[in-house]
């Protein structure tokens, strides 16, 4: 991408004829030219060239170069190019001229091989550390999740302690899992409010305790099917808030059930 810094521009830009550097390669840095015609070694009469370098402006071939043992190594990989020249003792820029753009193009390097060799295994050990780092990501969002689902289940298991305890976990599994923007994703539900735990029960007496699913199955629309459950809901929510004469249960007065019920916009989310 881009020009190379170190390739010589033509002597005339624009001149379409004018495919190879004629001023001296060694300017900054090695530069190897993959030619666009066919050229010849001036030293060994070898060729056509399929790389070459230019000294005093005339081509030499890799072998007369002092660089036939170099290999080439195709641009893209960032890290790995960077690397191999790191590692290199000798390396040299590979560039070709795109007639189009009027410019010499960097196609790639050529390296020492065994530069190259371990400029890969220090690749293949930064990705493996990127692997073994992304697994303990992964558990420690796992272990978060697992406390975050137990925090919520303890909470449902406050505002409707007659909650069957697994019933409960299963609730809060399902609406902390995470990527599911579910209500335990939200920011209420991480905060584990009243109303987002609420919502959550709600989702899953709905589901499970009624015949709501019964009802969309059979083309009810579903305001239509919440209403007709909303009764069901209710008796399954008093029931689990009233099982248990607990503090909790006396904590949470009718009133409390009815605000619970109120905002079908918070419940939807919870569905
Ligand atoms: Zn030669």
């Known amino acids: 991408m881009g020009t190379c810094p170190g390739a010589p521009e033509p002597r005339r830009g624009n001149h379409p004829r004018v495919v190879l550097p004629s001023t001296s390669p060694l300017r900054a840095g090695l530069v190897v030219v993959q030619p666009l015609r066919r050229k010849h070694c001036a030293a060994c009469r070898r060729g056509p060239l399929p790389l070459l370098v230019l000294e005093d402006?005339?081509?030499r071939?890799?072998?007369c170069a002092d660089l036939g043992h170099l290999v080439f190594l195709p641009r893209g990989d960032t890290a790995l190019t960077r690397r191999s020249r790191e590692e290199s003792a000798l390396w040299a820029v590979v560039v070709r001229f795109n007639r189009r753009r009027g410019r010499y193009e960097r196609q790639g390097l050529l390296v020492e091989e065994e530069a190259l060799a371990r400029a890969e295994s220090r690749c293949l050990a930064d990705a493996e550390a990127r692997r073994r780092r992304r697994a303990r990501d992964a558990?420690?969002?796992a272990a978060q999740d697992a406390r975050f689902a137990e925090a919520f289940a303890t909470q449902i298991r406050l505002l409707f302690p007659g909650c069957p305890p697994d019933r409960a976990g299963a609730?809060?599994?399902h609406a902390s899992e995470r990527g599911s923007g579910r209500v335990g994703r939200s920011a209420a539900g991480r905060a584990l409010s009243e109303g987002a735990v609420t919502c959550a029960v709600i989702a899953s007496v709905r589901h499970l305790d009624t015949p709501y699913d019964r009802l969309l199955m059979d083309g009810v629309a579903r305001h239509e099917a919440r209403r007709r459950?909303?009764?069901d809901v209710e008796a399954v929510l008093r029931g689990w808030r009233e099982a248990v004469?607990?503090?909790a249960a006396a904590q949470s007065p009718i009133t409390g059930t009815e605000a619970a019920m109120?905002?079908?916009?918070?419940?939807?989310?919870?569905?």
């Open 57 to 59: 402006g005339v081509p």
């Open 61 to 63: 071939c890799l072998a």
């Open 139 to 141: 558990r420690r969002r």
């Open 171 to 173: 609730i809060a599994a």
């Open 229 to 231: 459950i909303a009764a």
């Open 245 to 247: 004469g607990t503090a």
């Open 262 to 271: 109120k905002p079908t916009v918070r419940t939807d989310i919870a569905g």
